[in-house]
């Protein structure tokens, strides 16, 4: 258990929190100002994409590896280097002259989010004793929440006023804040001690890249083209060739013992498929509420508030219900409350056509933003709690790497559904594609529901019993 003091715990989480704004804030804060940079650059469409692309395949390759990373050479001090990375990669895309160049400040972005983002959690999970540890989850996730709900936002805000690079600009004084105040605040904590499997940390990072690239690269330059089957395919070849030598290695960079846990396998799987239906339909209802209902970049941000200011308020109550019903519950019922939001969704389309008051969209926006808070504490909790607190870094390095995965993949299989039936040229016709992805990301939450409800077994009793592992098929209470 942490001797930290209470005091020293709180400013802890105070970093930890203003670091993961400053990353959470640039999920989706790019996405309005993407116009105004493309008249910028006179970019084309292939541009714009790598504007994100770039910071997802750096983010997603890179959270294995510094979750890792970060249980060997010391969490604070790979924290911090993840502040300093992102917050560089901030300036030089503020400053970025070329399309190019702002490709590769995103990637350098990525890199820092990929260290933040895994080890934070680690961080946390290392400073509070068990009866605390949901709630300051719970406080973290609620201001990941804030960062995702105020992102487009902010970014209507900026770019109706300011130039674009005013985005970029705003994360310099606010991860030099971080990087100071975490020196001064942080406590040094370090994992299991083990020499580093370098070969290990090639193999997941080459596996990684593959699949990441050939999803974000799939719906457009066509899935039968070699550029996309060709990474997919070794990414997807590297991962059994990660697992055997894993397997062999005296000092793994994996423990595969991990997984041994059902808890833990379980909320493995249910973290993939969470994202893969919730982002993958926060992206398209966010384009329906421009392309199809019309609102401006700063309107539909205003009404997205919705559903990611629902998230915020219901991830901080999350770690207090935790603490009376467990996890599993909390957990069920965040999900249940999310796929019953898309289905309603669907149903207000196919009985109104795509224009419609957003009188009745809201009450499904609430729902969801009230599920996916009651589902993001207790899936990362859950997860930590599962495993020793020496492998916590390399556990959340995996569940944040594998829901990484998992949004990537919802929206590639999204887009590929909604392409299908020919063009949009009305926003009926946008409700018309729009309908069946929901019913499909329904059923990518229902596998999530399933996940949790059948292998997921750990007990109210055990919510305050962090650090043991149950063996695969072992029942509790």
Known sequence: MSTMSTSQRNRMLVVVCLALFMVMLDTLVLGVALPSIQKSFDAGLADLEWFTNGYTLTFAVLLIPFGMLGERYGRKRMFLLGIAIFTLGSLASALSMHAWGLTLARALQGVGGAAITPISLTLVSAAFPPKFRAAAIGIVSGVSGLGLATGPLVGGLIVNGSPWQTIFWINVPVGALAVAFGWLWIRESKGEEKRL????????????????????????????????????????????????????????????????????????????WLYAGIFGAIFLLTLFLQQAQGYSALGAGVREMAWTGATMVAAPLAGLFIGRLGTRRVLLTGLLLQTAALILFAVLIVANGAVFSFAYLAPAMVLAGLGMGLSLTPLSEGVLSAVPDSSSGEASGVANATRELGGVFGIAIGSLVFRQGGEIATPDQFGTHLTPVLYVYAAMLGAAFLATLLFYKRSRREAGEPGKILPAGAAVD
């Not at 799939?218 to 089957?229: I, L, R, S």
């Open 197 to 272: 499997d370098l070969f290990g940390l090639v193999l997941i990072a080459a596996s990684m890249l593959g699949i990441v690239f050939g999803l974000v690269r799939g719906n457009e330059a066509g899935w039968g083209e070699f550029e996309v089957w060709g990474p997919l395919a070794g990414g997807l070849l590297l991962l059994p060739a990660f697992v055997a030598w894993e397997w062999r290695h005296p000092h793994p960079l994996l423990s595969l013992r991990l997984f041994k846990s059902r808890d833990y396998s379980a909320l493995i799987v249910a973290g993939f």
